[in-house]
């Protein structure tokens, strides 16, 4: 069992920045494949970015490459997404989640853990 808490989200303005922050407990943290997906209203939750067990491999969606950077320290059992440049369309619940499918995944159904979510809204 892991659980994942996030944090950092908050209401910003278009091309401002923001870092998310996920912490987890419980197995150990650097056996997980990690992701970041998000959620807009009347959507459906779409993938982000995903970091592989040791940070060495990352893979983003194409609506948030060069803009956004997934990262992990897996002393402090913390997963993070640097968001930059941010755009209205990025406006969405961001959740964290773990996966023991690796070495990074993009789809949705290989996440076995997921954190409640952080509201990100950018105002145009």
């Known amino acids: 069992q892991v659980h994942l808490v996030e944090s950092g989200g908050g209401l910003v303005q278009a091309g401002d920045s923001l870092r998310l922050s996920c912490a987890a407990s419980g197995r150990t943290f650097s056996g997980y494949t990690m992701g970041w997906f998000r959620q807009a209203p009347g959507k459906e939750r779409e993938f982000v970015a995903t970091?592989?067990?040791?940070?060495?491999?990352?893979l983003y969606a194409d609506s948030v490459k060069g803009r956004f950077t997934i990262s992990r320290d897996n002393f402090k059992n913390m997963l993070y997404l640097q968001m930059n440049s941010l755009k209205p369309e990025d406006t969405a619940v961001y959740s964290c989640?773990?996966?023991?499918?690796?070495?990074?995944?993009?789809?949705?159904?290989?996440?076995?853990?997921w954190g409640q979510g952080t509201q990100v809204t950018v105002s145009s």
């Open positions: 970091i592989s067990y040791r940070g060495g491999r990352t």
């Open positions: 989640a773990a996966s023991s499918q690796g070495p990074t995944s993009p789809l949705l159904r290989e996440y076995d853990y």
